[in-house]
Each structure stands twice: as structure tokens, then as C-alpha cells.
């Protein structure tokens, strides 16, 4: 069975804020790889780095493949993810509720001999192994998070701001259009 698929993104569109760890030997990178880190999760400090007179979106850029959210994304999307991401409280900025937005779910469904990896990826999926879940990564690339219908319908329904989905490498689309082609409004 086919389910539409698309990249997560920040909004582009738009002057946004960018918010950072405070703390630069903290490595974003050996974290957020498609495991679970409640556990062991202390809330760490975040700064705003640049675009500081920005007001703050739903989703603000942050470490790749975790972008912080805020309290409002993670209401609207806590039930919608479930079990396959996690929220973890951040603190700052601006006395703000923020979370890093940790997808736990990894899935095994790329179709190797048409995807391109690396630098510009081209992501083609084996609709044989995609399953119905509402947001994934893939095992080949941690960076990236996948999102299918029910949390775009959601973040549509919701407006959440500073997000942007994306056909993997052949089609935008963007929240703010009202009429997708292809796309069930």
C-alpha cells in the first residue's frame, strides 16, 4: 500500500529565530538518532543565536534532525506521533517553553538502488516496507524526518508556524498554500 510521504522542514519563507544549545561541547549529534533519550535527559539551556527581534514559531531550527518546538506543537502533536517521538523539555528562550523534538521511530524502507545518500539526498521509498505511521526516520540518514498525512493534517488544522513539508526532492509543499495538486485538502 502507497502513503504519501514528506520531509519535515523549517519554514524558509520567512526571517525566523535560530535557536542553539547554550553549551558548545554538548555534541546535538550523538543524540537524536532514532532512539528513545527521556531517560537519561537533562533539560539543557538554548539560546537564540541570530534573528533575535524575530517572533518564535511552533518549530525553530535546532540541531539536525531535532528541531525545538514549542509547548503548543508539542499539545497538538504528542497524541498525533505517540510512541514513535518524544518531547524533551529544553529551557529558554525568552522564558518560553521549548522541546527538543526527538523522532524514536526508525524505519527500513528506502529503496537503495533509486534513493541518492549523501550530500543533496534523493529519498525514493519501497512502498512494500513503508508502514502507516505518522512521523519516522530512516536508518541511512538520522538528519531527516519523514512525516505522512495525519501530522500534516493536524499542523494544518492547528496552523502551527515555521513549518514547512517537503516531497522528498520533487514537490513542495507549504502550509500556507490552500490548493496542493496531488495533496487532499
Given at each position: 500500500m502507497k502513503f504519501p510521504i514528506y520531509e519535515l522542514r523549517g519554514d524558509r519563507r520567512t526571517r525566523?529565530?535560530?535557536?542553539?544549545?547554550?553549551?558548545s561541547r554538548f555534541d546535538a549529534h550523538s543524540y537524536f538518532v532514532g532512539r528513545s533519550e527521556a531517560r537519561q535527559w537533562r533539560p539543557r539551556k538554548v539560546i537564540l543565536t541570530s534573528g533575535k527581534s524575530y517572533p518564535l514559531r511552533d518549530q525553530v531550527g535546532g540541531s539536525l534532525g531535532a528541531p525545538f518546538v514549542?509547548?503548543?506543537?508539542?499539545?497538538?502533536?504528542?497524541s498525533v506521533c505517540g510512541k514513535h517521538a518524544e518531547f524533551l523539555p529544553v529551557l529558554g528562550p525568552k522564558k518560553k517553553q521549548f522541546f527538543v523534538f526527538n523522532v524514536i521511530t526508525i524505519i527500513d524502507c528506502l529503496d537503495l538502488k533509486r534513493s541518492q545518500?549523501?550530500?543533496l539526498p534523493k529519498f525514493v521509498f519501497d512502498n512494500t516496507k513503508v508502514c502507516p505511521v505518522p512521523v519516522f526516520k530512516v536508518p541511512h540518514d538520522h538528519t531527516v524526518i519523514f512525516v505522512t498525512e495525519p501530522f500534516i493534517a493536524a499542523a494544518r488544522e492547528h496552523h502551527l508556524t515555521g513549518i514547512d513539508f517537503e516531497y522528498p526532492h520533487l514537490m513542495r509543499i507549504v502550509l500556507t498554500?490552500?490548493?496542493v495538486p496531488g495533496f487532499p485538502t
Open positions: 525566523f529565530p535560530v535557536i542553539g544549545f547554550s553549551d514549542s509547548e503548543r506543537f508539542r499539545r497538538v502533536m504528542e545518500l549523501g550530500f498554500e490552500t490548493v
